[in-house]
C-alpha cells in the first residue's frame, strides 16, 4: 500500500468516483438479501456489469443516456438471468439503489481532507438527480465542494471529456488533482487523462493496465490520511 503523503504531495483537488468507491454498490441487493434467496450475490454482480457494460457500449456507439436508465435496464436484465428471484422486489431494489449506503470511513475521511485545506468533489457516470439523491441520503453533501456528473459532457468515463469536467468546474490543472477510485478501469482512464491517481482496491484484486499504473493503492479509504 501507498503512504498518504506521497499519494497527497502537491495536490488541491481530491476528486472521487462514486459507485463503488463512496457508496457501496452491493448494498441495494444485500438489504433484501434474504427475500432475494441464494442467488443474491449473483445477481449484485450481473447487475453491477451490466450497468457498466451499458455505459461503455453506449460511448463507442457515440450515444448516451442517463446512468440511470442504465441501472434500471441492467437490473431488467438481472433479473431475467434469475427467473427464480421474485420480480416483485424490482422496486423495492430500485429504491435501495437510490439510497445506498456509503461506506463506514468515508464521511470520516471527507472531513479530514477538507479540514487540511484541500478540495473534496465527486466526478461520477451517475447522472446529477441520481448522485445528488445518492450524496444528501449518504449525509455527505457538506463534506463535498462539488457534485460532478458527466451529464455535462454526455459521455462516460473513461472518455477524456468525461474527466475534463473536473478541471473546468474545479479550476485545476490535471497535476492539482488525485483521482481515487475503486475501479481499475477507472484508474486507468484518469492516469491517461493525466490524473494523480489512487486505486482503492477494496477486495485486493490482481493488478491489472499496467502500462496506466496508478501514483498509489490503499485498501480503504483510510488510506488517503
Known sequence: MTDAKDLLAGVKAVLFDAYGTLFDVSAAVQRYAD???PDAEHLSEVWRNKQLEYSWTLSLMGRYAAFWDLTVRAL???LAVHPGVDPGLREKLLD??????AYPEVPGVLAALRKRGLRTAVLTNGNAAMVDRAVASAGLADHLDAVLSVDDAQVFKTHPDAYRIALVRLAVGEADVLFCSSNRWDVAGATAFGFRTAWVNRRGLPDEYADLA???VIGSL???L
Open 214 to 216: 496508478p501514483t498509489g
Open 35 to 37: 427475500a432475494v434467496g
Open 76 to 78: 431488467d436484465y438481472a
Open 222 to 224: 483510510d488510506g488517503l
Open 96 to 101: 435501495a439503489y437510490r439510497d445506498l449506503d
